[in-house]
């Protein structure tokens, strides 16, 4: 069992950057895949981008390739989505996945989620 939570998230003009970070329970995060999702206001829920249990194999989706980067630190159980050259249509919940066996862009593959953190992005 993991247990996610966000942080990090708040309101940034267009241009901007902002962090956010998820932090995980469990002893054995560094096992686990882990996952950025978004979703804006009446769209579904949207890939952004993975890590590899060892932080060496990272893929993102196109729209935010080159200015988001995925991180993580499994001795602190944490991974991060450092956001730079923000779009207001980067306005959405961010959630936070896990999974032990997919390195996917599906999120159904997950079985692991945190409750989100809000960005807003104002032109």
């Known amino acids: 069992q993991v247990q996610l939570l966000e942080s990090g998230g708040g309101l940034a003009q267009a241009g901007g950057s902002l962090r956010l970070s998820c932090a995980a329970s469990?002893?054995?995060?560094?096992?686990?895949?882990m996952a950025w999702f978004r979703q804006a206001p009446g769209k579904e829920r949207e890939f952004v981008g993975a890590?590899?249990?060892?932080?060496?194999?990272?893929f993102y989706t196109d729209s935010v390739r080159g200015r988001f980067t995925i991180s993580r630190d499994n001795a602190k159980n944490t991974v991060n989505l450092q956001m730079n050259s923000l779009k207001p249509e980067d306005t959405a919940v961010y959630y936070c996945?896990?999974?032990?066996?997919?390195?996917?862009?599906?999120?159904?593959?997950?079985?692991?989620w945190g409750q989100g953190t809000q960005v807003t992005v104002s032109s």
């Open positions: 996945a896990a999974d032990s066996l997919s390195f996917s862009r599906v999120a159904q593959h997950y079985a692991y």
């Open positions: 469990g002893r054995t995060f560094s096992s686990y895949v």
């Open positions: 890590i590899s249990w060892n932080g060496r194999s990272t």
